[in-house]
């Protein structure tokens, strides 16, 4: 398995409270990325990195902000949680944008905002 | 952006049977296609991939897809799934910007 550590695994925190997790990569792999995981809607893209300092919107970006300080860490930071960011967020990684350039993913962190 | 369809959300069969798994995607250019599986509670594996070259593609746990151009399409099949093929299985294509789109999932339950 590809060297990706998520924390936390799982949290529990209310409405209105910011919150930020944090993915780890021990690969040197350029590319990272935020997914939601919900059911009957798949993964969905929130924010993907492609270098350090660099970021970049998916198709649910709103609510969520990212930062990308150093090639292993990759932070993903909701502002002020709300109940419909209730949702498994997975980190991926990426070595390179020619082929082969499968996406690795992490074991996954379960956000529960009440 | 590319898009991704996957038919049959749900799928129950029993343990020797066949399995396949439809996936059509909107055309952009040369793509990547890619199989991942998902064991309950786990994260995504990847099955299989294709960049280019033979259109059937083989991949692991005796799993293969085949990349028909003409239809967009890229179905996953195992001619005999087994109890611990129990799983959610996605298809994604990558975009020119290294983004992949996945597909909502086919939950697969096999009986035993």
């Known amino acids: 398995d590809a060297g990706i550590t998520q924390s936390p695994r799982h949290k529990v925190t209310e409405t209105g409270t910011p919150v930020t997790l944090r993915c780890h990569q021990t690969?040197?792999?350029?590319?990272m990325y935020w997914y939601r995981q919900d059911p009957g809607h798949g993964l969905r893209l929130i924010h993907y990195s492609y270098g350090v300092k660099d970021t970049d919107k998916g198709e649910v970006s709103d609510g969520y902000s990212v930062s990308r300080s150093k090639t292993e860490d990759f932070l993903l930071t909701l502002e002020s949680a709300t109940s419909s960011q209730t949702s498994v967020y997975f980190c991926a990684i990426s070595a390179t944008t020619t082929a082969p350039n499968e996406q690795f993913f992490g074991p996954g962190t379960r956000l529960t905002v009440l | 952006a590319q898009s991704v369809s996957q038919h049959n959300h749900h799928v129950i069969l029993s343990e020797a049977a066949s399995l396949e798994l439809g996936c059509n995607y909107s055309y952009g250019g040369t793509v990547n296609l890619f199989w991942y599986v998902q064991y309950p509670g786990q994260h995504l594996q990847l099955l299989l991939k294709?960049?280019?070259?033979?259109?059937l593609v083989k991949g692991i746990k005796g799993f293969e897809a085949e990349f028909i151009k003409s239809k967009f399409s890229f179905n996953l099949r195992k001619p005999s799934v087994q109890w611990s093929d129990t799983a959610e299985y996605f298809c994604?294509?990558?975009?020119?910007?290294?983004?992949?789109?996945f597909g909502k999932g086919n939950q697969v339950v096999v009986i035993p």
């Open positions: 690969e040197n792999h350029r590319y």
């Open positions: 994604a294509v990558k975009d020119g910007n290294n983004r992949l789109a």
């Open positions: 294709y960049f280019s070259g033979d259109p």
